[in-house]
């Protein structure tokens, strides 16, 4: 009998390690590589025994399941990247990390920071490490240091833009090389809001995971705690209570609406239009507050707890909510309208930033980014977990790929969220909002997806035979976007950035990990 060449899972469940499939370098390479609908979620390289191997989640969207592989990681392997350029990021995170060399990578350059030596143990792993002492190193304080790509001429300029940005922006770097004020190449440096979240997690699970998964991106909190709770409990073999489930759904609704009518008040603000950025500013604290309503957090922290849910919603409460949520979604209709129908505003948002539905599916691009380029990625419809597999949102799609098209896709979710939203609150499932959770036991694996307000977040945890993390995997979907970004702005206006950027509005944090 063949031995199957994935292990194929429903989103949000586990299984043993071993039933993993582990390939030689070439097989992987193909396996990852090859389409059919297929996309990575994830891939990245962890210790196995006294080596390394690299694991990719494919997200076979047609099929609404999940494709896991493995290979055995040497000194180095044949690239992936020049037949499949949506794991180029993924690739050089891997060699970043670990030393491995990807032969043939067409761009290898540090993700975040200067690649440390191959193996090297971490000075700050705790004693009983589980990944036996192999870890990547503490990152050298060189963020940024890398060779920048350089395009020369006599008319060829260059212009450097952070990291240090005015406000309250975070830090990310944005090297320009202009001719005149055309972008002929954006480069873009992270590294600087790195925190070392992912190593922290390892060793757990333990009281404090959940406030590290939390903290992946403090604009989503609800979506990545929910892809973290959602893990711990498929390899736990729990599920939630329907009513901790709906509870769930309405955080990440809530999350989604509050910053999708933020981004719109900022893309307003980014071209002077000033009756939709300061209206949308405003009722973006309007949605904020709703959350704050279930728990006491405006961003959610405490509302998601792996078993189900911290708060529950009293019917009077949810009736109150709905009147607060109509008066927002009314006023949040007006202000937003006037973009649409304001012309000197469609002249800056159309043609401005385009992606062709090309260019986002050889990236990998996921959420509003992908959805406005025309691809139907969503992962509440493709890989439903939680209550979505109950309940159905249309999957707003648009066709244009620029800011106008970006923009438009926020709106259309807004209203779909904020009917979502209100239905839910009026007919909320009975019973508890908790179930218990035994640790963990045995090796396993699980890949954990949630459709957060940016797009696909993904977990993946593995467990020791303790039940302990030996690994654990986040991207957050800024880590699928950022060259997206960088590609909108060939050929634009440099004074278009700022548009292009708000239009994407991805998370630094995130994808710092």
Known sequence: ???????????????????????????????????????????????????????AVIAADGDGVLELAATELGASYPSITPHCPQVQLFEREIWEQWGVLPIGHPWLKPVRFQPPARGEPAAD????????????????PQIGVTEFYRIE?????????????????????????????????????????????????????????????????????????TAYCQAIEALAGVRPPPRAMAIRALGLELERLANHVGDLGALANDIGFLPTAAYCGRLRGDFLNLTAEICGNRFGRGLVRPGGVGYDISEPRAAGMVTRLDHAVRDTHAAVELLWETGSVQARFEDTGRITIDVARQLGLVGPAARASG???????????????????????????????????????????????????????????????????????????????????????????????????????????????????????????????????????????
């Open 375 to 513: 691809l139907k990625r969503d992962v509440r419809t493709t890989h439903p977990s939680g209550y979505y597999r109950f309940v159905h949102l249309p999957v707003s799609v648009w066709n244009t790929g620029d800011v106008f098209g970006r923009g438009f896709v926020r709106w259309l979710e807004i209203q779909r969220s904020a009917e979502f939203v209100r239905a839910q609150l009026t007919r909320l499932p009975a019973g508890e909002v908790m179930a218990a959770v035994p640790r963990p036991g045995g090796a396993r694996i699980c890949a954990s997806l949630v459709e957060g307000w940016r797009g696909e977040i993904c977990h993946v945890a593995i467990t020791d035979e303790l039940g302990r993390f030996a690994a654990y995997k986040i991207v957050d979907p800024s880590f699928h976007n950022w060259m997206g970004l960088a590609m909108a702005l060939r050929d634009q206006q440099i004074s278009d950035f700022p548009l292009c950027n708000k239009s994407f509005n991805l998370s630094y944090c995130g994808h710092d990990l």
């Open 153 to 225: 001429g006599d008319e060829v300029h260059e212009v450097a833009v952070g990291p240090v940005h005015a406000g309250v922006i975070e830090p990310g770097h944005f090297r320009f090389q202009c001719h005149g004020e055309d972008v002929m190449h954006l480069e873009i440096s992270l590294g600087y809001q790195h925190r070392g979240v992912e190593r922290a997690l390892v060793g757990g699970p333990n009281p404090r995971s959940v406030h590290l998964a939390e903290t992946v991106a403090g604009d989503t909190t609800v979506g990545h705690a």
């Open 1 to 55: 009998m063949t031995a199957p060449a994935v292990l194929t899972l429903a989103n949000a469940s586990a299984a043993a390690i071993t039933e993993l499939p582990r390939h030689d370098a070439a097989g992987f390479g193909k396996l990852v590589a090859r389409s059919h609908g297929r996309r990575v979620a994830a891939l990245f390289a962890c210790p196995r025994g006294a080596g390394l191997e690299a694991i």
């Open 125 to 140: 792993r705790p004693t009983g490490d589980p990944t036996g002492g192999l870890a990547p190193r503490d990152p050298a």
